[in-house]
Structure formats: structure tokens, C-alpha cells
């Protein structure tokens, strides 16, 4: 009888599966089942995410989770970005102990090179009614890219308006990311299966502190901190260490080199 593996990949804040790269394609071949899962408010318009809560994006993945989780001998959790804090609140709430957790830059604290100084501020603005719903946090260059070659891909994308990332997200969901990140603040030390953790040091949006608080919170985790991009790692210059990284960590052998295109450190 054969034993199946499988994976619930969750994706982050205004994205789609594009943030995670290659990593269906890399863990299929590798032999693992791998599962989307949309959060609510995407695949649609930004202003979809206005009256979305933390809480619902969590109990969609929950879902997910106890849908597909005993279909399967061994079942891993990942996500990239707000994806992977959905995925440790995750796995704190199912005592998840029937495969492993990979979290990929996880925004344990947004204090990256890129936020500016008045970033604290938005939490006096969450307290004016109606505000936080009109305004629009862009997304603006350098995208979380640091290949050159890939931004301008990216770049290219959102002046075509191709819908694989939102230009924007309503400042009301990153109350909700702040909510979610306090969740886990407290919530992390409850996690008791093996967890990778995947950063880059120069992540523009959070910087190494989440991944140090991590590392000392868990009872299991290995910390692999990139040297050579910033935060959307699963397509950037390290994309390959990433998930050599994670296959490692699966127990599967490293995928075959490919080339990396554009490669540089712009």
C-alpha cells in the first residue's frame, strides 16, 4: 500500500499562488500532493478585502485543512508571507503533528528596511472610523525583488493588470495582519511540530527579529537566512536555496540546478 504525502500551500497578503514560485511544480515531482487555497477576499479586486477579518481567512485554511488532512499519511502545512503566519495560527489551533510547517519570510514584526519611521502611526489611524477602509497601501517598486530581471517581469505584470497580485490592499487589512500578528505572538510557543523557517536578511518588509523570535519560540526549528534577496524569496535570487531547502527539510533530494535568470545584486 502505498503511503501519500501531502501539502497546503497558502499564499500572502493580495497575492495568488505566484508568490510561492515553483513550489507546486517542485514538490509534485518530488511526489507530494500539493493543495491551493484561495484566502478570502483574493482572485477578485482589492476592495474585496474591506470587510475581511484575520478570522476568516484562518478558518478558511482550517477548513482546508481538516478537509484534506486525513486523506493523506503525512500532511505538511507552508505558506509565504501573510500565508505563513495564517499557517502557524494554523497549526497552533489543530495541533497539526501529522507533518511539518514551513513558513516563508514570515511578518512576525513588519519592521524591514522599507517601513517607514511613521509606520506606527497606522495603528492611531485604525481608531478613526471609516479610514483604514478608504485608504490604499500600493504596492510599489522594488516589489520584494531584488533580481532586477524578475522585478521588471513583475512590473510588467501590474502595468498590463494581469490579476496575479493585487496593485494594492486597503490599509483595514493590515489591521488585520496586525491582529494576526499578535495572535501569533502569543499563540507560537503552543506549535509543537518540526518548522522550518525560511528569511532573507535584507527582507525589506520584516527584518531577521521574526525569524530570531521564532528560533526561540519553537521547540522544533531549523532557521535558513538567504544572503541574497529580499522579501518575496520563492522568486528571487535564492528562489533555488529556498526550495532545496525545503525538500531538505521534507527528507526528498535537492531538485535539479536550473538556471538562474538575471541573477544579480541590485
Known sequence: MSVRTGALLIHGLG???FDL???????QRAGVE????????????????????????????TASYRELAPQY??????????????????CERVQHSKGKLVTLAPPVFIDGWSTPWYRQLRHLVYCIPGVASRMKVEEDEPFGIKNATVRAIVKAKFARGDNFHYRWVPLACIRQVDRLRRKVLAGAHRITCPTLVVHAREDELTSLKSAEFLQATLPDVR???????????C??????????SVLEFFGYPPAPPRRVRGADKT
Request: negative net charge; proline residues 4%.
Open 21 to 27: 514560485g515553483s513550489m507546486h511544480k517542485v514538490l
Open 34 to 61: 500539493t493543495h491551493a487555497v484561495t484566502l478570502p477576499g483574493h482572485g477578485g479586486q482589492p476592495e474585496d478585502l474591506v470587510p475581511v477579518s484575520y478570522e476568516d481567512w484562518l478558518d478558511a485554511v
Open 73 to 90: 499519511d503525512t500532511f505538511h502545512v507552508m505558506g509565504m508571507c501573510l500565508g505563513s503566519l495564517l499557517a502557524l495560527a494554523l
Open 235 to 244: 522568486v528571487d535570487n535564492d528562489r533555488e536555496q529556498v526550495t532545496n
Open 223 to 233: 532557521v535558513v537566512v538567504l544572503e541574497n534577496s529580499y522579501h518575496m524569496i
Open 15 to 17: 497575492g495568488t499562488q
